[in-house]
C-alpha cells in the first residue's frame, strides 16, 4: 500500500519559520519527483516545489529564496523549509509523489496559518 504523509503544520507567526515533512512508504522513492503544492479555500491547488530523483530541484516564483525542499533518501522522506513566512502563505500544503511509468500519489494535506 502507497502511504504519502505529510506532517509539520500548524499556527505560525509571520517571519518566522516552519518545516514540513513528507514521509512516503510502498514506493521506489529514488524513482519519483516529489513536489509540495499548497491550495487555499475555493482555489487550485498551486505548485510550489519539486525535486527529482536525480536532486535537481524547481520552485515556484512566489515561494523562491524563501522556500527550499529537500529529501533523505534513507528515511523516504521529503521536506520543505519554509523561511519569512507571511500571511498569504496560509493554505494547506499537499505532498505529491509522482512517477511518469508508475503513478503519482497525494498525501492528505497539513494545515500551515501564518498570522498574528
Known amino acids: 500500500q502507497v502511504q504519502v504523509v505529510e506532517s509539520g503544520g500548524g499556527l505560525i507567526q509571520p517571519g518566522a519559520s516552519l518545516r514540513l515533512s513528507c514521509v512516503t512508504s510502498?514506493?521506489?522513492?529514488?524513482?519519483?519527483?516529489m513536489g509540495w503544492y499548497r491550495q487555499v479555500p475555493r482555489k487550485q491547488r498551486d505548485f510550489i516545489a519539486e525535486?527529482?530523483?536525480?536532486?535537481?530541484?524547481f520552485y515556484a516564483d512566489s515561494v523562491k529564496h524563501r522556500f527550499t525542499i529537500s529529501r533523505d533518501i534513507v528515511k523516504n522522506t521529503a521536506f520543505l523549509e519554509m523561511n519569512s513566512l507571511k500571511p498569504e502563505d496560509t493554505a494547506v500544503y499537499y505532498c505529491?509523489?509522482?512517477?511518469?511509468?508508475?503513478?503519482?500519489?497525494w498525501g492528505q494535506g497539513t494545515q500551515v496559518t501564518v498570522s498574528s
Open positions: 505529491n509523489a509522482d512517477s511518469v511509468h508508475l503513478g503519482s500519489y
Open positions: 510502498g514506493i521506489d522513492f529514488s524513482r519519483f519527483r
Open positions: 525535486i527529482t530523483g536525480g536532486g535537481t530541484t
